[in-house]
């Protein structure tokens, strides 16, 4: 299973649970979780808003194909992992407003899971010191201009790629690291 559900599912799943953060924050989370060797656990919503007196999503939900489909892309050799922002068609500023959530909660979610300063290689360092860039990173300097929108397209594509890099060093690696001893 690697489709994700659609972000007006996550959405309505997130406030018939009373969860306050929007599907880019959730997704942004759940991956900052997992890059970081968070357990994949059906209630992950409190492991990764640090809130245990969240209710776990039912299984079967918008929430929890969320955590299933974020695993399997995680884990996908093909490299098919996608993230959740808002419709294609929301204007620019809320497509932009979005990504920059997303990488927030990514780095919220890493950080509770990896707890101390996780081993990472060079390339991986470098990744996450641009994805806090990217995360203080403001939507007032896009508007609708073609290059923008290219622009926002080159900034997902290297916020799926860092997101991947970080889960390779920290869960592939110490996977391969332990298969060697």
């Not at 649970?17 to 970081?36: D, F």
């Not at 920059?100 to 010191?129: D, I, M, N, T, Y």
Request: aromatic content about 6%.
């Amino acid at each position: 299973m690697t489709d994700l559900p659609a972000v007006n599912d996550i959405l309505q799943a997130s406030q018939s649970l009373g969860l306050g953060a929007s599907p880019a924050e959730l997704h942004g989370g759940l991956c900052g979780w997992l890059a970081a060797g968070g357990a994949d656990v059906p209630a992950w919503p409190a492991k990764v808003l640090a809130d245990d007196g969240l209710p776990s999503p039912e299984p079967g939900s918008a929430l929890d194909l969320l955590r299933q489909a974020t695993v399997a892309q995680l884990e996908d050799r093909d490299f098919a992992f996608e993230l959740v922002l808002v419709d294609a068609a929301e204007p620019l500023q809320a497509r932009t407003d979005a990504l920059f959530e997303w990488c927030r909660a990514f780095l919220g979610g890493f950080g509770l899971a990896s707890g101390k300063r996780p081993a990472l290689s060079e390339e991986g360092e470098e990744a996450l010191q641009d994805l806090a860039r990217l995360a203080q990173a403001s939507s007032d300097e896009f508007d609708s201009a073609d290059e923008d929108e290219d622009a926002l397209s080159e900034i997902e594509e290297f916020v799926r790629v860092a997101a991947l890099l970080l889960h390779g060093d920290c869960v592939m690696g110490s996977r391969h690291r332990q298969s060697l001893n």
